[in-house]
T-cell receptor, first 114, second 114 residues
Framework: AQKVTQAQTEISVVEKEDVTLDCVYE???????LFWYKQPPSGELVFLIR??????QNEISGRYSWNFQKSTSSFNFTITASQVVDSAVYFC???????????FGTGTRLTVIP | SQTIHQWPATLVQPVGSPLSLECTVE??????LYWYRQAAGRGLQLLFY??????ISSEVPQNLSASRPQDRQFILSSKKLLLSDSGFYLC?????????????FGEGSRLTVL
């Protein structure tokens, strides 16, 4: 069975602080994909990253970075020097290769205080 | 460029009334289409997906139904709404299997059943 756990329901940080959003997943599949989406107050989900289970290299994109560790089944997301515009709900998701469903976590609401 | 729109953005319906949410995609052909529901604190749940006209797969048994009358049109319906149908409904599309590529989401429709 597929499962994604985002234990942090809400996080508040002061602007310019770094923040890490945790994501732990469960799957019996050997190949799978992991995703992060951002949901700003407008409601629309915005794709941030997709990671193949074969690729454990960490990735950095501007102030965003992702740490994928198969040994701990985690795919954590770090925002460096947070900004008010980063305030949103962030979802981690998992899918089987070739499947038509993404299993989403319950999301982490990030509030960046100016 | 591809765009996805869904409407209405907000609606309030009494229990037992019918429902129709519509979603259209532009700028692409043969997209895979999805309806997700986001309940408070429960992440996103896949309701239906479609890989072609008239082809609908249901992931969760409920009193909702979906139809795809045209290649880029996806409709979510109900004959009689229940209180438990309240939530935020998101339409999404992908160029291929969701497990391989990213999903592109619409703006969402917030349904309140009273």
């Amino acid at each position: 069975a597929q499962k994604v756990t985002q234990a942090q329901t809400e996080i508040s940080v002061v602007e310019k602080e770094d923040v890490t959003l945790d994501c732990v997943y469960e799957t019996r599949d050997t190949t799978y994909y992991l995703f992060w989406y951002k949901q700003p107050p407008s409601g629309e989900l915005v794709f941030l990253i997709r990671r193949n289970s074969f690729d454990e290299q960490n990735e950095i994109s501007g102030r965003y970075s992702w740490n994928f560790q198969k040994s701990t089944s985690s795919f954590n997301f770090t925002i460096t020097a947070s900004q008010v515009v980063d305030s949103a709900v962030y979802f981690c998701a998992l899918s089987q290769t070739g499947a038509n469903n993404l299993f989403f976590g319950t999301g982490t609401r990030l509030t960046v205080i100016p | 460029s591809q765009t996805i729109h869904q409407w209405p953005a907000t609606l309030v319906q009494p229990v037992g009334s019918p429902l129709s949410l519509e979603c259209t995609v532009e700028g692409t052909s043969n997209p895979n289409l999805y309806w997700y529901r986001q309940a408070a604190g429960r992440g996103l749940q896949l309701l239906f997906y479609s890989v072609g006209i008239g082809q609908i797969s249901s992931e969760v048994p409920q009193n909702l139904s979906a139809s795809r009358p045209q290649d880029r049109q996806f409709i979510l319906s109900s004959k009689k709404l229940l209180l438990s149908d309240s939530g935020f409904y998101l339409c999404a599309w992908s160029p291929g299997l969701a497990g391989v590529g990213e999903l592109f989401f619409g703006e969402g429709s917030r349904l309140t059943v009273l």
